[in-house]
């Protein structure tokens, strides 16, 4: 989850915008924030809680407008990463219909085509107001996917390019609502795309085992190949081929589940500091580590990976960039881009840690991914069952009665945001969980380390007041 606010202002009133991915979430007033605060202290106690910015009496000043932005970011920030507060369906649920209220789409009755990774499109019969897992359950009834398996898969927002192209841009989250997610977007090019939503491929066999998700796995590994997600070797291309027109569906994911890169989702061609700045990277997230192609300075390839068991922290940064036009005029709504970074602290050797930068659009979604891979290696070191994890995961979330009311408040008016830098650190759920004793991979590739602490990536919110 990425999260960043910037303060509206305007001479009526003022207002903070809530940024999912560098893509407008929803639009909120101090105010609405103030009433959360009161409802979620009267739900969790006041002891719970973190201590909310005061109202003021006057008018405030400048300098007065940008600490209380600071302060509301610290707010949201802390309610967000609280485990209790963050996951909290009263959280959730005001993030829900602060976004349907700001894209001003109506609860009723809509059609929603969530692609599979053969390419073909399921339409579900949804309402407007109806969150990630909702739509999740019914792509599941669709699809006649066993409720035991539903967890196994995840909604995903994509874009495909003109040339076939697919961009992860993130994971559906439980405090957005995909169909109005995917239609403030106004843009063809953006699918909701349904595909699994585990790392290790022991769990493929349990998919399998339905004729359901043995269908969906096969087709996903498929579309793996032919974009080139997966690497195949002639011989290997041969077999596959041989398996595919017999039918044996299985056997073509055994074989699959043998080949580099099975399971990973590639990035777009990125910027990384490592191992010097400004080079070319292509970034792939599987096998429990982030698999870098980098092109040198002197265009010599080079190819290793970073082992999320030996990073001991990571975190998301955003900063405002005015578009490249030329001109220096200050960021604003109409003319900032928004540029992310992941970076994290890696145990290059003994004693010897390292910051690797990641500049890329992707930032987000590449720290989700590194989260999930920790949220399965915690379970598997404790004896626990990914089953009762994916099912806590996918039952653990609100019903559908308590998202559908319409919010019916006035829209916000939107205008120039300050000429700022916003770079916030991240924690998390698992702040500073220690996975000692889970072994690294040998391989040449990796660039080393066994012990890992998790800070999950978030980006703080913040600003203004009614």
């Known amino acids: 989850l990425h999260l960043s606010v910037r303060p509206l202002v305007n001479a009526i009133l003022m207002a903070y915008n809530i940024h999912v991915n560098g893509v407008l979430h929803c639009r909120v007033r101090y105010s609405q924030l103030l009433s959360l605060h009161e409802q979620i202290k009267k739900e969790y106690g006041s002891n719970v809680v973190p201590a909310f910015p005061p109202k003021k009496i006057f008018t405030l000043t400048p300098a007065e407008v940008e600490q209380r932005r600071e302060q509301l970011e610290k707010y949201m920030q802390a309610v967000r990463q609280d485990p209790l507060l963050g996951s909290s369906e009263l959280f959730n649920c005001f993030l829900r219909k602060a976004q349907q209220e700001t894209q001003q789409i109506p609860t009723e009755e809509a059609a929603l085509d969530i692609c ?17 897992e909702d739509v999740l359950d019914a792509v599941a009834t669709k699809l006649d996917v066993p409720e035991d398996l539903v967890g196994y898969f995840s909604l995903f927002l994509v874009r495909e390019s003109v040339d076939g192209g697919l961009t992860f841009v993130r994971k559906l989250q439980e405090f957005e609502l995909p169909y109005v997610s995917i239609t403030s977007l106004q843009n063809s090019e953006f699918h909701i795309l349904l595909r699994k939503s585990y790392w290790d491929m022991a769990y493929d066999g ?56 099975y399971g990973y989702i590639k990035f777009d061609p990125c910027v990384t500091d490592f191992p010097e700045k400004g080079c070319q990277v292509i970034v792939s997230a599987g096998n429990n580590e982030l698999n870098f192609h980098v092109k040198l300075p002197n265009d010599q390839m080079k190819e290793g990976s970073f082992k999320v068991t030996r990073m001991r922290c990571w975190r998301v940064t955003s900063s405002q960039v005015p578009v490249s036009n030329g001109t220096t005029n200050p960021c604003n709504s109409a003319k900032c881009d928004v540029k992310l970074e992941l970076a994290f602290e890696y145990l290059m050797s003994k004693d010897r840690l390292q910051w690797v930068t990641i500049t890329s659009q992707q930032a987000i979604m590449m720290s989700i991914c590194l989260q999930s891979m920790v949220d399965e290696l915690m379970v598997k070191k404790s004896g626990g069952s990914i089953k009762k994890m994916l099912k806590k995961r996918h039952n653990g979330t609100y019903h559908r009665s308590d998202s559908q009311q319409t919010v019916k408040s006035p829209p916000l008016v939107d205008t120039q945001d300050p000429n700022r830098e916003q770079i916030v650190k991240l924690s998390t759920k698992l702040s500073s969980v220690s996975l000692r004793g889970i072994s690294a991979s040998n391989s040449s590739n990796d660039i080393s380390g066994n012990d890992f602490h998790g800070n999950y990536a978030f980006e703080g919110i913040g600003d203004d007041d009614l």
């Open 116 to 132: 599979l990774s053969n390419g073909q499109k399921v339409t579900v019969n949804i309402l407007t107001s109806d969150q990630t």
């Open 206 to 261: 349990d998919v399998m085992d339905n004729r359901i998700g043995l269908n969906l796995l096969y087709a996903q590994t498929v579309a793996d190949i032919e974009r080139g997600w997966i690497l195949v070797n002639k011989e290997q291309h041969k077999q596959l081929k041989s398996l595919q027109e017999k039918g044996s569906k299985k056997e073509f994911i055994h074989l699959g589940q043998t080949l580099k890169y």
